[in-house]
C-alpha cells in the first residue's frame, strides 16, 4: 500500500470513501472487487476510532432472541461463518459460559429454550466451515458439571449453566487491516492520517468530493469523486454539518471494555449485574471485561467505577485494581446505556432523504456484521451511479492478509511501514504489531520499534522523543483512576 494524496486529487474517483474504520474498509474492498474506482481516506490510522474498541468477539446474534429480532440473528450468526472462512488465521471459536439462577429469565429453563432456539435458528451456521471452525450445539448443564468447568465458581442458588460458541479475532486491528490491503489489492487507493475538512459541492448543491488535510504535513487537496459515502463512523453527522447538511447529529454512548492482566479462564464468563450483562473474555494471555455504556456528552465516568462492577458481577474471580492494564474506549451510536444501544446499522440514501445527490452515509453498529453492511452499501452506490448490478464476492473471498505479522520485531515493523502505512509509533505500536493493545509494551520492545521506523522514515532524535511521549500520553490517558495504577 502506498499513500499518495497528491495522486488521489489527479482523478475523479467513482467512489470516495470517507472513514476507515471497519465498515468504511469493508465497503472499500467490496466496491473495488465490484469494479468501481475507490479512494479510501481516513483522519486517524485505520481502526484508531470505535473499531479499536471491542471484546475481540465476533457474535452469533443470540441476544437478538431476546427482542424477537430473527433477521439480525441470522445476519449475525451469518457474518460469523463468513469470517470464520474467510479469516482463519484470526477468527476462532470461542466457548461461553453463563451461570443459571432462579426460576425466571436466567433459569437453566430459560436458557435451554433460549439455546434451542438459537441452534434451530441458525442451523446452516457450519455451512461449508471445516469442522476445526464449526461451532458446536448449545447445551446446559446442573450445577454440579457448572462447577466442575469452573471449578473457581460459587454462587448461591446455582443451578447450572449454559454453554455455547461463538467466535472471537485474535487480533481485530490485523483482520481490518485485512480488509484495507483486500481493497488496496482489488485497485482501491487508501490513504490514513488524511483527514476530510468537509464536502466539496457543485453550484446545483450536488455532493462532488470532499477537500482534505494531510494531518502529518500542512497541505489541503480536494478530491473528487462521482459519489462520496461517508463512513466516519461517530463522526459521520459531523461531517455533514460542517458541509452545510442540516441533519440532526445522531446522539453517542462511550463505550468501554477493560484489558487485565491475570491469568484468562478457558472460556467466555457471562453475568448479570446491577441491570448490565457483561463478559469476562479469555484474550491473548489476558483477560478483558465489558462493555460498559454512558452518554458521550456526559463527563466520563472513572473506569475503577465500571472495574468494581465487574468484580461484583464476577465475586470468584478475583478482580482487583491493580490488574487493569488498558481502558479500551470508542463512541457508538445509543442514547441512555447498554438498552439504549442502536441494534441496526444505518445506510443513508441521502439523494431519497433530504435531496442531497451524490452523497451515501453508513453508520455501523457491529464489527460482526460489517461485511454485510458494507454489501448493502455498495448495491445501492452502484444504483445512484448508474452502474449494472455486480454481485457481490467478499463472503466467499478469502482475506490473504489476514493474519499476524511473523519474524523478529525488527523485520516486523519494516514490513508495518512498507507495505501497512505505519507512520507513527501509535500505528505500528496498537495497530500493526499487536504490542500495545493489551497493554503499554516493554521499553525494550519500544526501543526497537521506534529505531526501526526513525531508519525507514528517516526521524531525527526530537520526532523520536515526540513519538515515545505522544504514546505516552495515549496510555497515560487510558489506565484509569487518575494515576493511581501507575
Known sequence: ?????????????????????????????????????????????????????????????????????????????????????????????????????????????????????????????????????????????????ARRLLPRLELPGLTGAALWHDAQAVSTERLLLAFVHAAAEAGAAVANHAEALELLRDARGRVVGVALRDALGTRTHEVRGRLVVNAAGPWVDELGARSGLGRAPAPLLRARNLVLERKPLEVAVGARSEGRFLFLVPWQGRSIVGTSYEPAGAPPSDPLAFLELAARAFPWAGIERSQLR????????????????????????HEREDGTVGLVSLQGVKYTTARAVAERAVDLSLRRLGRPHVACRTAGTPLARARLLSGTLEERTRVAVREELALTLADAVLRRLDLGTAGPPAAGDLAVVCGAMARELGWDAGRQHAEQAALRAFFGARRGGGGLLE
Open 1 to 145: 500500500m502506498k499513500r499518495e494524496l497528491a495522486a488521489l486529487a489527479a482523478r475523479e474517483w467513482d467512489v470516495v470513501v470517507v472513514g476507515g474504520g471497519i465498515h468504511g474498509a469493508a465497503f472499500a474492498w467490496d466496491a473495488a472487487q465490484r469494479g468501481l474506482a475507490v479512494a479510501l481516506v481516513e483522519r486517524e490510522d485505520f481502526g484508531a476510532g470505535a473499531s479499536w474498541n471491542s471484546l475481540k468477539t465476533i457474535h452469533g446474534g443470540m441476544r437478538h432472541l431476546q427482542r424477537l429480532d430473527l433477521a439480525s440473528l441470522r445476519e449475525s450468526a451469518c457474518e460469523r461463518r463468513t469470517l470464520l472462512r474467510i479469516a482463519p488465521e484470526l477468527v476462532e471459536p470461542l466457548a461461553f459460559f453463563v451461570p443459571c439462577r432462579g426460576h425466571t429469565t436466567n433459569s437453566r429453563l430459560a436458557w435451554t429454550l433460549g439455546l434451542f432456539l438459537n441452534d434451530l435458528l441458525t442451523r446452516d451456521r457450519n455451512r461449508g466451515l471445516p469442522p476445526a471452525r464449526a461451532i458446536p450445539a448449545a447445551r446446559t448443564v446442573g450445577a454440579a458439571e
Open 326 to 349: 488498558l481502558v479500551h474506549e470508542g463512541l457508538v451510536p445509543g442514547t441512555g446505556g447498554a438498552h439504549g444501544l442502536w441494534t441496526r446499522s444505518r445506510v443513508v440514501d
